[in-house]
C-alpha cells in the first residue's frame, strides 16, 4: 500500500511564494520517479514538474518554467515543489503523484496520486 500526502497548501497574493511537500510511505524500498500536477476551476488535470529518483533530473511545464522549483529528499521520502513569483493562473489543487520503477523524470504514467492540496493565488 502506498500512500501520498500533500501539504503546504493555502492562499496567498500574487508575487508570493509557496512550498508545497508530499510524504510518501509504504513502498518506499523501491525506486520511484515522483510528480507534480493541477487541477484548475474547470479545467483539465495538467502536468507541473517531474524529478527522477536521484533527483539529478528534473522536467517543467513550460507554464511554470522558471519560477517553480521540484526537489526530493529520499531520507525522508518527500518531494518539495517550490513555488515563487506566483500567479493568478497557478489557482488550482496540486496533486503528487509517484511513478514505481522509474529512475526518469516521468511526465506521464503515474499509478498513485495523493488527495491534493489547494492553492489560491489572489491578485
Known amino acids: 500500500q502506498v500512500q501520498l500526502v500533500e501539504s503546504g497548501g493555502g492562499l496567498v497574493q500574487a508575487g508570493d511564494s509557496l512550498r508545497l511537500s508530499c510524504a510518501a510511505s509504504g513502498r518506499t524500498w523501491d525506486t520511484y520517479a515522483m510528480g507534480w500536477f493541477r487541477q484548475g476551476p474547470g479545467k483539465e488535470r495538467e502536468f507541473v514538474a517531474a524529478?527522477?529518483?536521484?533527483?539529478?533530473?528534473?522536467y517543467y511545464a513550460d507554464s511554470v518554467k522558471g519560477r517553480f522549483t521540484i526537489s526530493r529528499d529520499n531520507a525522508k521520502n518527500t518531494v518539495y515543489l517550490q513555488m515563487n513569483s506566483l500567479k493568478d493562473e497557478d489557482t488550482a489543487v496540486y496533486y503528487c503523484a509517484a511513478r514505481f520503477g522509474a529512475r526518469f523524470a516521468a511526465t506521464g504514467g503515474y499509478s498513485y496520486w495523493g488527495q491534493g492540496t489547494q492553492v489560491t493565488v489572489s491578485s
Open positions: 524529478i527522477s529518483w536521484s533527483g539529478t533530473s528534473t
